[in-house]
């Protein structure tokens, strides 16, 4: 899965109650089995265009997200995705 355009207006978040705010659900993000992994947008400036799950886990901090609940958000993504990999049908 990849966000081929890959700018900020892509990331959005959803008013919960009173004033809180929570991150939307991923959002623009299309199969591309092929594209090379190279981001527009750097996940930092120690690790660049790499998108790689380990340039991901070493920004968890700048989010506050123990390193348990990273693995816990990236076990839900790929299982959200996994079936369209697995039996190449389109997710809904």
């Known amino acids: 899965m990849t966000n081929v355009d890959d700018h900020l ?6 008013h919960v109650d009173r004033g809180q705010r929570r ?3 991923a959002f623009d993000i299309n199969p591309f089995p092929e594209w090379v992994r190279e981001l ?3 996940i930092s400036e120690d690790v660049g265009p790499e998108a790689s799950i380990d340039a991901l886990m070493s920004v968890i901090a700048y989010f506050r997200i123990a390193k348990t609940r990273a693995k816990e958000i990236l076990g839900q993504v790929e299982a959200a995705i996994a079936p369209w990999r697995e039996q190449g049908q389109p997710l809904a």
Request: hydrophobic share 50%.
């Open 9 to 14: 207006v892509n990331h959005g978040f959803l």
């Open 23 to 25: 991150l939307a659900p």
């Open 40 to 42: 527009n947008t750097w």
